[in-house]
């Protein structure tokens, strides 16, 4: 591996006007803008190094990418996406979000963090090791999506008609972070999500307040429904939800327990005054990883301008997001919401589930990990922080749960990368490193 790390030292600059140009295609997922340019360069740098690669669309979808390339029993699957978010508010940037400007060892753009650097960083893998070694040590797939931004609408009928693709003995998932001090987190799974609209409608139009006394207001009637799916300390009180929350083992909490997690340093960044619930930090960590969570996105009713209006609003209506653990489906958490409001008379707040990801969970043997940390300990110079799952969500349960793969989410994203905000950004250095982890990586698969 010297060589091939060497070879990523020597030539570290010219993987920086690359990733550059992948950078400057804007490739929002609700658009168009940028998202060819975006699928041509990616196909011409998996031609290049011999791929082969089919674009796939499925009804309307942005091109699916996938690439194979390599030989041997053994294979890994790498998922990816190549759209990012829109970059409003655009004058918090410091510089165009599609610049993709270096400064002070970073480089910022849209994407950089979420995810064309790590889509970025896992061609260069491949490529560099060609360069050094001749050929691969395993086979490689790269499965490349185009909509993880806006939900992955069409992932569900890709898998549906292209699973046998996607068999392998690990996927390499794309999300996470590196630490403070740079040693990566690596989970194996991800939390799954039921995004919902909350709706309560009472009246045709909205009407003058004076009939508040007898008429009531839907505001308010979503408040009560809301406030009867949670309590104070962040717990879900929804019926019959509880049993489906796996206990978490002994051995579960101990592995908890040695993750290296600065509660501070977030603390810091977000100017908390606390955390929900502030019990004790090892709680926290189990509860981040473990607990299911609903959570308001937004919430909105009646007359919200500065000046004055009595009235009753005519409706209203909040966004969810639910947070699942493994078990928990969708259409699980939307059932059982509904029992749940009927029982307690709210029949006039309609539910409708726009987006639904299920969960997954899935850790690779003890070998593999023990390898992982080997090459943890070469490229990011200490141990590796195996962490149980995302608390996020993704698209992982479609792509994996066919062929049940184990899975290790990686990224080089670091704490400050903004991912979704203003001034994203990827420090040079993990994207380096970022290389190397996953050359290494491809040699365990020998
Ligand atoms: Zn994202």
Request: net charge negative.
């Amino acid at each position: 591996m010297q060589d091939f790390y060497r070879y990523v030292e020597d030539h570290s600059r010219e993987y920086i006007p690359e990733l550059q140009r992948l950078l400057r295609e804007p490739s929002i997922s609700s658009n168009t803008v940028g998202i060819s340019t975006t699928v041509s360069l990616l196909e011409k740098i998996m031609r290049r190094m011999g791929c082969e690669v089919h674009q796939i669309v499925i009804q309307d979808s942005k091109p699916f990418l996938f690439a194979e390339i390599g030989e041997g029993e053994r294979s890994i699957l790498f998922y990816n996406h190549y759209d990012v978010q829109p970059v409003e508010p655009l004058n918090h940037w410091d510089s165009g979000p599609f610049m993709a400007e270096v400064k002070n060892g970073h480089i910022y753009a849209r994407g950089a963090a979420d995810n064309k650097g790590n889509l970025f960083a896992r061609l260069a893998a491949v490529e560099t090791y060609l360069k050094v070694n001749g050929r691969l040590p395993c086979r490689v797939k790269f499965l490349l999506e185009g909509e993880e931004e806006v939900g992955s609408p069409h992932i569900e009928a890709f898998v549906r008609r292209h699973a046998e693709m996607l068999n392998a003995d690990l996927c390499f998932w794309e999300s996470g972070t590196v630490n403070q001090d740079g040693r990566p987190f690596l989970s194996f799974g991800m939390k799954g999500l039921a995004y919902l609209e909350m709706r309560c409608r009472t009246l045709p139009s909205d009407i003058h307040s004076s009939w508040a006394p007898i008429i009531d207001n839907p505001a308010w009637r979503l408040l009560y429904a809301l406030s009867s799916i949670r309590d104070e300390s962040g717990e879900l009180t929804i019926d019959g939800l509880a049993d489906h929350i796996e206990t978490i083992s002994e051995e579960e909490k101990q592995r908890v327990a040695e993750i290296d997690f600065d509660f501070r340093f977030y603390r810091d960044l977000y100017k908390l005054r606390d955390f929900l619930n502030p019990s004790d930090e090892q709680l926290l960590l189990q509860r981040y990883f473990f607990s299911p969570t609903s959570n308001i996105s937004g919430i909105h009713s009646g007359y919200t301008k500065a000046e004055t209006k009595t009235v009753i609003p005519h409706e209203a209506w909040a966004n969810l997001d639910f947070r699942l653990v493994p078990h928990m489906s969708p259409e699980l958490v939307v059932g059982l919401l509904r029992s749940h409001l009927n029982r307690r008379n709210f029949h006039d707040v309609d539910l409708t589930l726009k987006c639904g990801l299920a969960p997954y969970r899935c850790q690779p043997k003890r070998e593999i990990l023990d390898n992982v940390a080997v090459a943890s300990r070469e490229v990011f110079h200490g141990e590796p922080i195996f962490v149980p799952m995302l608390a996020a969500s993704g698209p992982m349960h479609y792509v994996c749960s066919p062929h049940r793969l184990p899975v290790i989410s990686f990224s080089i994203a670091h704490p400050g990368s903004q991912i979704h905000a203003p001034n994203e950004n990827i420090r040079i250095q993990d994207l380096l490193r970022g290389i190397m982890f996953i050359g290494r990586i491809l040699e365990i698969f020998s």
